[in-house]
């Protein structure tokens, strides 16, 4: 029997919404939404069951005589321990963290190394002697000197007063990969905190204790103070709060839930929390990510075209591209040459007679577009690996030095919090994954131009009847042109903040925020090229293409059935889209490759 005491919460805009049993996940959740499952007393067997092949989507069926079991950690209890430190953390393990493949440890070294620098602030303050953000007002108000009875009281209202951000509220893993971050900052051991608040911070990514952070507020210097400010709040058990075993909640509540209580500030704890750049790197982050899965598709994808299209393999000559030795046009020929037409894997499609002697840039000039975008990502991955594992925090407390006493300790007002390195090196990602939308656009045009691929018009039978491609077509060259207007590099803005103290600033979050626009849609772009792809194959049989690119029409076979007369293509385009972003067309090439052509070392 249906059981009907199980039920979700949705939470937007500060409110609760009821959510009814027939309602279908996709239709009314987006990314980032809170959802609380709420589930009273007993019960239940669940089993899926499909319904018509229509509308393709399933029913969760929930039956008698089996208890639910308790909420489950977020983190399974078989994942990986990674030492923090703040000197060695990897995209790949940012990656993890977020998704809740790993949890957190501290070393004794490293809990060593934060009672040292914590021994100078507590001297400072023990002595009276002033300094920034210890005993201090912020920004402007830097000239006031603090009252030591105060300190405590300071240290809390820089936490409120910068809780200033809105709209939507960052996703679980991307709010999981900030916490992450900022741990891994404060471990570096250079802020002056209280030892006991990593620990703590610590405990609370373990127990997946994660503060709502609206997505908007940051200008990127000095550091993300208020998205950092939201995660703080959480830490004082106020604003809400998400946890697996509670859901959305207040943050009080979502602490004793998870038997923990707030954390009481101490001096410069505060301040500590929201220097910093960590909104615009755990955000980028994923950018970042989904971007290299973005050109690994590309390269499968123009393999593919390049047989429909009777294109040419001698522009990706390996004599060709050593005489332009940039590494990353070396390194796209070179995957093209493994999945194009070869010795090894040969094409009965490659090899029927062909029309044209020479090929569009679009397939001809691949390797001097996407490579540069390879080494673009390859640039970006350096400036945030460094990035994440530097000391982001204002003022920076620098030990006394050997043989001397704690008196010669330094603590130093500068600039490392502004954001301009991920910031610029974000825009430049924008600007370079776009052009891969660029390119795939204009081969889908040529795929549904029968001018071009000599194949039916919009690459379906009866065409008049059925329209075909023509309005997928329309979709990749919408999300390309919208991609356009979010080319412009928002590190080139800037704008005067904290009465003319902090003068120039990065815009470091909305680089952040529309490079990951931008690599969303572009997934959309390729899902739409790549099932195209697929159903030109359908006109090119019974001729094959090579078999690490008959194995990735088979993937997508596996999910989306060939057109014989015009249906919904949305459904298609979002399965597709989601084997891209689980880099599941890469992994299905992968193992005809001895290696990795585009990132194991030549």
């Given at each position: ?29 987006s ?74 440890s ?29 005993n ?6 830097s ?26 509220p ?113 955000v ?57 037409n ?25 390797p ?74 204009r ?58 103290k ?12 529309k ?22 194959l ?50 299905t ?14």
């Amino acid at each position: 029997m249906e059981y009907n005491q199980c039920y979700f919460k949705k939470f937007h805009r500060d409110e609760f919404y009821i959510m009814k049993s027939s309602d279908i996940i996709k239709d009314v959740l987006s990314d980032g939404d809170m959802v609380e499952i709420v589930v009273r007393k007993t019960a239940s067997k669940r089993k899926e069951t499909r319904s018509s092949s229509e509308s393709n989507e399933t029913e969760c069926v929930i039956a008698e005589d089996e208890e639910l079991p308790e909420p489950a950690s977020f983190v399974d209890n078989d994942t990986s321990i990674i030492d923090v430190n703040g000197y060695d953390l990897t995209l790949d393990s940012l990656i993890r963290l977020g998704k809740g493949e790993a949890q957190l440890s501290l070393s004794e070294e490293t809990v060593r190394k934060l009672h040292e620098t914590r021994s100078i602030v507590e001297n400072i303050v023990e002595k009276g002697y002033v300094r920034y953000g210890i005993n201090t007002g912020f920004g402007l108000l830097s000239k006031v000197v603090v009252e030591s009875e105060k300190l405590v009281e300071l240290q809390y209202n820089i936490v409120r007063s910068h809780c200033a951000g809105i709209g939507e509220p960052l996703a679980v893993d991307t709010t999981r990969r900030i916490l992450a971050l900022r741990i891994n900052v404060l471990a570096k051991a250079f802020s002056g905190c209280n030892p006991g608040l990593v620990e703590y911070m610590v405990e609370m990514f373990n127990k997946s204790c994660l503060p709502l952070i609206p997505a908007q507020g940051t200008v990127g210097a000095s550091g993300d103070l208020a998205p950092l400010a939201h995660l703080a709040q959480g830490m004082i058990g106020e604003g809400k709060m998400w946890s697996p075993k509670t859901g959305l909640g207040d943050a009080l509540e979502v602490l004793a839930a998870n038997d923990m209580v707030p954390y009481k500030l101490t001096p410069k704890d505060g301040l500590s929390l929201i220097n910093g750049t960590q909104f615009i790197c755990g955000v980028g982050a994923e950018a970042l990510q989904r971007a290299k899965q973005c050109l690994r598709t590309t390269i499968v994808i123009n393999a593919i075209v390049l047989d429909i299209l009777e294109g040419h393999t001698s522009a990706y000559d390996e004599r060709v591209h050593a005489i332009r030795p940039h590494a990353g046009q070396q390194r796209v020929a070179a995957a093209l040459r493994a999945l194009c037409n070869n010795t090894k894997y040969p094409s009965e499609i490659y090899q029927q007679e062909k029309h044209d002697v020479q090929d569009p840039y679009t397939i001809r000039c691949v390797p001097q577009v996407v490579g540069i975008t390879l080494d673009t990502l390859n640039f970006v991955e350096g400036i945030f690996t460094t990035e994440m594992n530097s000391a982001t925090d204002n003022p920076l407390v620098f030990g006394a030095g050997e043989g001397q006493d704690i008196e010669h300790a330094d603590i130093i007002s500068a600039g490392n919090f502004h954001g301009e390195y991920p910031a610029k090196a974000l825009d430049f990602l924008t600007i370079a994954v776009h052009e891969i939308g660029n390119m795939s656009e204009r081969r889908l045009e040529r795929l549904c131009n029968p001018t071009c691929s000599n194949l039916p018009a919009f690459l379906v039978d009866s065409p008049g009847l059925n329209s075909g491609f023509m309005i997928p077509h329309c979709t990749s060259a919408a999300l390309v042109s919208e991609n356009k207007t979010l080319c412009f590099p928002s590190s080139a803005d800037t704008q005067s903040t904290s009465a003319g103290k902090e003068d120039h600033v990065s815009m470091g979050g909305w680089s952040a925020r529309k490079a990951l626009t931008v690599v969303k849609n572009l997934e959309n772009v390729l899902a739409i090229e790549l099932i195209a792809a697929c159903q030109a194959l359908e006109f090119k049989r019974p001729l094959r293409t090579t078999e690490p690119l008959e194995a990735v029409y088979r993937l997508v076979r596996s999910k989306v059935e060939p057109y014989v007369k015009d249906r919904a293509f949305t459904p298609d385009i979002e399965v597709v889209q989601e084997m891209i972003e689980k880099n599941l067309i890469w992994d299905t090439v992968a193992q005809y490759l001895e290696s990795d052509p585009l990132w194991d070392e030549f």
